[in-house]
């Protein structure tokens, strides 16, 4: 009864109050030193299906799926129901001494859908929390193994692995680091494996050999007794929605097996359906990893779970060790959250009742029809895999000057598409398109349109103010 009266409580609230409240007291992620703290962003009141509701009451198409993670969809019932089912039954027991029939069960089909001998999942409150319990991992196998100087961490331009200390410290995306400390004495970069910004006039296959030839490098420079582990994105998701040249995964993957380097598999995004299967890196791209982080899509994100899938042969070999009572202290409160593992599983149903299938008969009509926006001149690129897009736009062709044309262009094309009845992941000159997964192709000609509009009105209004001729 008391629920019912808070939820009453802060729907009568109404919008203009919710807006003052989250300007007084609200900390939103990801501000800037001037508006910390100050800040309200768009209400969203509902969602349904593909669609989310504003304060203004305007429906809009959840472009971004959330955060490329409500791959089923708004208000399915059925994951309601068991959540509400779960909370029932058993609400919470504690990982450290007690286990729930719902994690060993979504363990057991969770490792059904991984690659090779992957077939044991740790999991974690999300995609940080997954990434930085794999790079624990690493650190503590090393350990044991008697290799304490095998830590340093291979990571790549164009990454976001997270907001944890650790996992952020491998973030490559241009800004995010330009305030914030990080564990660099930990981690190598490497060049972003994007093909839309390789030196002009070079091949696909030529692009590719330059970034095998940098990773060789850098294992021989440092030496492979330094490196524990190379960290990536399949498709870098949050940097663009890179999707790297073909056969360049497979041959760092060689690398890496045969420099005893572990090959973690960042699959937060990618995995659950946005490539069309549960996980893409062996269905989608042929590899193998060690280790595959998962997170939002795991649970259409209804519930905030995330986890790594880990290689048996890691697990035996410590099991083998000299050091039996050698402890991976590593654990979290919500780790196998009973009511996360319970919708995960639910989620898993509908995945494979239907909506992998879906996803990946409609994947095609969404690239190609997005890919018809490259007809308007503020577009450089529009690329993408399976049910991610996105559309880089750049001040001339020519150069592909993405600086230039900073003028929040990403932020500008949302502002549009909103009114329109869009909502769009902006990302400084990119717009970013993840819709959850069961959209259909008419919808997928909505939501094209509207992109089509907001970049034209972002073009006139671009020119007028006299910034860019195109
Ligand atoms: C590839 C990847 N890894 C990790 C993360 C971090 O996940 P979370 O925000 O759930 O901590 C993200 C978030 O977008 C991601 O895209």
Not at 172 to 186: C, E, I, K, T, Y
Not at 328 to 355: F, I, M, Q, R, W
Request: charged share 25%; net charge negative.
């Amino acid at each position: 009864m008391a629920a019912a009266q808070d939820m009453t409580a802060a729907n009568a609230l109404g919008h203009e109050e919710a807006v003052e409240l989250a300007r007084r007291h609200l900390i939103q992620p990801w501000p800037t030193a001037g508006e910390i703290g100050a800040e309200a962003r768009s209400l969203i009141g509902e969602g349904e299906g593909i669609y989310i509701t504003d304060g203004d009451g305007r429906r809009l198409i959840d472009g971004p799926a959330g955060m490329w993670c409500v791959n089923v969809g708004h208000r399915r019932e059925e994951l309601a129901r068991v959540m509400y089912d779960q909370a029932m039954q058993l609400s919470y027991n504690t990982p450290w001494y007690t286990m729930s029939e719902a994690s060993a069960v979504l363990a057991e089909r969770i490792a059904g859908h991984a690659p090779g001998d992957l077939n044991h999942v740790f999991f974690t409150t999300g995609g940080s929390s997954a990434v930085e319990s794999a790079l624990r991992f690493m650190q503590f196998y090393n350990n044991v193994r008697g290799r304490p100087e095998k830590k340093l961490i291979l990571s790549r331009g164009g990454a976001y692995h997270g907001s944890t200390y650790l996992s952020a410290s491998l973030n490559g995306r241009p800004r995010d680091r330009d305030w914030m400390d990080g564990a660099d004495d930990l981690v190598i970069k490497l060049s972003s494996p994007d093909p839309f910004r390789r030196p002009s006039g070079m091949s696909l296959t030529a692009f590719a050999d330059q970034l095998v030839a940098e990773f060789e490098e850098t294992v021989k420079r440092i030496g492979a007794d330094k490196i524990g582990a190379f960290v990536g994105e399949p498709v870098q998701a949050s940097g663009g929605v890179i999707v790297s040249p073909e056969g360049y995964l497979p041959r760092i993957r060689k690398i890496c097996r045969d420099n005893d380097i572990l090959f973690i598999s960042d699959e937060v995004v990618t995995a659950f359906g946005r490539l069309g299967h549960v996980f893409g890196s062996q269905d989608v791209f042929g590899i193998e990893p060690d280790i595959i982080t998962f997170a939002k899509g795991v649970t259409s994100g209804y519930f905030p779970l995330g986890g790594m899938v880990v290689s048996e042969r890691l697990l035996e070999e410590l099991r083998r060790s000299n050091h039996p009572t050698a402890m991976y202290a590593h654990g979290l409160t919500y780790s196998s959250h009973p009511v996360g593992c319970a919708v995960a599983l639910k989620n898993l149903d509908l995945l494979e009742g239907g909506v992998l299938a879906h996803a990946q008969a409609v994947a095609p009509y969404f690239q190609a029809q997005l890919k018809t926006l490259e007809e308007l001149p503020l577009v450089g690129e529009v690329r993408g895999l399976g049910l991610m897009a996105c559309v880089e736009c750049v001040a001339d062709r020519e150069s592909r000057n993405p600086l230039e044309l900073d003028r929040n262009v990403g932020m500008r094309i949302d502002a549009h598409c909103h009114e329109l009845g869009l909502l769009v992941r902006p990302l400084i000159n990119m717009c970013v398109m993840s819709p959850p997964l069961i959209i259909t192709r008419a919808q997928i000609d909505d939501m094209v349109g509207i992109l089509r509009e907001g970049i034209s009105r972002t073009m006139d209004d671009l020119r007028k103010e006299g910034v860019w001729r195109g």
